[in-house]
């Protein structure tokens, strides 16, 4: 950064008091400042203890410096306005001896509490940090000329920016410059695998095209192993057949491999695409399949400054790869598709799984209430269905202000979306909490909606059969309604491109 010139603050005017020609906002020291400050230097203070005398205010001050030293000196100033122990002053240093209080008592207290919904995302520039016993007491400024009062573990550097994510009124979770840098890379790879994706539907009906034509054996059989590996509807009805679909999704593909699974994998989605496609670029060595990593080059410096520096990630709502469900979108040629045409498809199925992965990491940071979080996000192409089902679980703890830690539970939260005929497409949206169920569905038919509507008693009835208690169900027509308007972002640096 360069250097920021400004001009030495003039001598204050006007009104002078008994203390020798001091002004209410002014301090003299009684000890030489020469070699500790310069004219036109800021600092942070706290009154320590103040004394009666003939000429004013006689206070001891804990000054801290630009380098984090701290001082401890006496001074005096005027009586009015009152400066009681315990206040913070910042403070620009004068010539002869002097300082000029910049924020004066009588304004605004620094807050203790914020009033900010929790998951808020805000940043404060460090203006002191000393020690009070075993902690140390950190007082930060917000854009908006707002002082806070923190009390953290370790000391944190008097000028740099702290990043931080509302846990509720009285606590925050600091974000370090790596978790940021990290978010950043991830976003980054979303962004870049879902404008490559394609829907897992487009492939399918392609494949099942090309069934009963003469095909390379290799081929052939990476095709069979695909169309075989797809689950029916009614084995998404048993649990112990639908974990065993969960774990198929292609989600799981990377972890199975570090940990020495890979002889697990033989019905694992993401496997047998890459398997495909394989076989399907040994046909067309000519073709350059994109690489993930050139997602990378949708990131500018001006961007990564942006973030490392302070401004805080996308919002979910901003990035298309974290909307769910995933869009689906028509293609042509599918009945008579070229080899040129299956191998995108395949590509863009990869990238189509990858964009979940991706999409389960992000979410999986916090909730909004700041718990740690756990994201599920997968499809499962089923037989006899024209697109695939979409899932995403999230499960996370309760709120720390509800119960204490040992009675906190986990609260489940099920996203399904799925298109059967003669229902349409249809989604879900449930919760799962201490054995407490309650589900809102989504119809876009009409007729759908209705159907449904008047068979919610015998949903309730199954589901309380099966040991739940139930709480809200209902069922409306449409879609389910826009994620909420992103919580609060307090930036020193905001750039919009």
Do not use: Y
Not at 284 to 297: F, I, K, V
């Amino acid at each position: 950064m360069s250097e920021i010139n400004f001009a030495f603050p003039p001598a204050l005017t006007g009104a002078t008091s008994a203390a020798g020609g001091l002004t209410p906002h002014t301090l003299r020291v009684l000890t030489s400042l020469e070699g500790l400050l310069n004219p036109g230097q800021q600092l942070q203070a706290q009154v320590l203890a103040r004394l009666e005398t003939a000429q004013g205010q006689q206070l001891s001050l804990r000054l801290t410096l630009a380098d984090g030293r701290s001082v401890t000196l006496d001074a005096l100033t005027a009586r009015q306005p009152e400066l009681a122990s315990g206040t913070r002053l910042q403070l620009t240093a004068l010539s002869d001896n002097r300082l000029l209080i910049e924020t004066p008592p009588g304004a605004a207290r620094p807050l203790t509490r914020l009033d900010l919904p929790a998951g808020s995302l805000l940043q404060a520039r460090v203006l002191s940090s000393t020690p009070a016993g075993n902690l140390q007491q950190i007082v930060a400024q917000l854009p908006d000329g707002r002082q806070l009062l923190l009390e953290s573990a370790r000391p944190l550097p008097v000028g740099s920016l702290l990043n931080a994510r509302v846990l509720d009124d009285r606590s925050l979770q600091f974000i370090g410059p790596d978790a940021r840098v990290q978010q950043l890379d991830l976003l980054q790879q979303l962004a870049g695998q879902f404008a490559r994706q394609s829907p897992l539907s487009a492939l399918f009906t392609a494949l099942r095209a090309l069934q009963g034509q003469p095909l390379p054996p290799p081929l052939q059989a990476s095709v069979e192993r695909l169309l075989n590996s797809q689950p029916s509807a009614a084995q998404l009805g048993d649990p112990r057949q639908l974990a065993a679909i969960l774990r198929n999704a292609g989600i799981g593909l990377e972890s199975h491999l570090a940990t020495g699974q890979a002889g697990a994998l033989d019905n694992d989605l993401k496997a047998n695409l890459l398997r495909l496609l394989g076989q399907l670029s040994s046909f067309n060595p000519t073709t350059a399949l994109q690489t993930p990593a050139g997602s990378l080059l949708l990131a500018t410096l001006p961007t990564l400054a942006r973030q490392v520096l302070g401004a805080l990630g996308q919002r979910p709502e901003r990035q298309p790869g974290l909307n769910f469900p995933l869009p689906s979108q028509r293609l042509e040629g599918l009945e008579n598709p070229s080899l040129q045409l299956l191998l995108k498809l395949a590509a863009g199925a990869v990238a189509r799984v990858q964009s979940h992965q991706l999409a389960s990491l992000a979410q999986a940071t916090t909730s909004a209430e700041g718990q740690p979080a756990t994201v599920l996000q997968m499809e499962i192409p089923v037989r006899d269905l024209p697109t695939p089902v979409q899932l995403r679980l999230r499960g996370e703890d309760e709120p720390p202000g509800k119960r204490n830690a040992k009675q906190r539970a986990r609260q489940w939260k099920i996203d399904l979306a799925f298109d059967m005929e003669p229902l349409g497409p249809l989604q879900v949206q449930a919760q799962l909490c201490r054995n407490q169920f309650s589900g809102q569905l989504w119809a876009e038919r009409a007729d759908t909606a209705e159907l449904i509507g008047r068979e919610l008693g015998e949903l309730r009835r199954a589901l309380g059969e099966a040991g739940l208690e139930i709480g809200e169900l209902d069922c409306q027509r449409g879609t389910p309604p826009a994620a909420p308007a992103a919580s609060l972002e307090t930036n020193w640096i905001h750039v919009t491109a």
